[in-house]
């Protein structure tokens, strides 16, 4: 228990963001969603404290993580331009979703919803974001990085502090960037 679980979840945050790479070369991004993010990430987390309970989907949060008297609520949110392909030729057929101001809504209503978690000694919250955008860069409005390169929340009520960003880094046709989050009330801990 060399380090804070704050610590740990950075620590197991980097970790996972590093590993993205090599796997990426291995099953595209195509085959990635947010569940297996989150996998990769509870992979990690035994190598960065062998101490840690993680839970997954606990009561609507996507991962809790325990060690001791300290917890931590996680939420995940990747983002990728899914696309779309017919099944008898695998031709793409465009784009299902995408960046928008529907997805950007369903990014604070994550938000809105983690800080309104009944809050406990010990308890701290995250959101760990992840986005890809195509190398070749499309038009204003639809690509995430538009969204998410340099959001700030609007509620004041509520601080939403970038621990640790990493990217953008490019991985075959696209562009990748991650950042944790803390939610928290403004003049908490």
């Known amino acids: 228990m060399g380090q804070s679980l704050d610590g740990v979840v950075r ?9 993205m790479p090599g796997e990426l ?5 195509a085959s990635w969603n947010e ?23 606990c009561e609507r ?5 325990h060690r001791g008297e300290e917890k931590a609520f996680v939420e995940f949110k990747f983002y990728v331009h899914p696309q779309r392909f ?14 928008s101001p529907q997805n950007l809504h369903e ?7 983690l800080h309104d978690r009944k809050s406990v000694p010990g308890l701290s919250k995250y959101i760990v974001l992840a986005y890809a955008d195509p190398v070749v860069a499309g038009p204003p409005g639809k690509r ?21 960003s990493v990217g953008p880094f490019d991985i075959l046709k696209d562009r990748i960037q991650a ?11």
């Open 11 to 19: 620590s197991t945050f980097l970790r996972t963001i590093e590993f």
């Open 144 to 164: 995430y990085s538009d969204y998410y390169d340099d959001y700030r929340h609007s509620d004041e009520n509520i601080a939403l502090d970038v621990q640790e």
């Open 61 to 65: 949060i996507d991962l809790v993580v």
């Open 86 to 99: 017919d099944p008898y030729t695998g031709v793409s057929s465009g784009f299902k979703g995408g960046p």
């Open 25 to 29: 070369r291995r099953a595209s991004l």
């Open 179 to 189: 950042k944790l989050f803390t939610v928290r009330t403004p003049g908490e801990g």
């Open 107 to 113: 990014f604070q209503r994550c938000v809105q919803q």
């Open 35 to 57: 569940s297996v993010f989150r996998y990769f990430f509870c992979r990690h987390l035994p190598g960065v404290d062998e101490g840690v309970q993680p839970f997954v989907e």
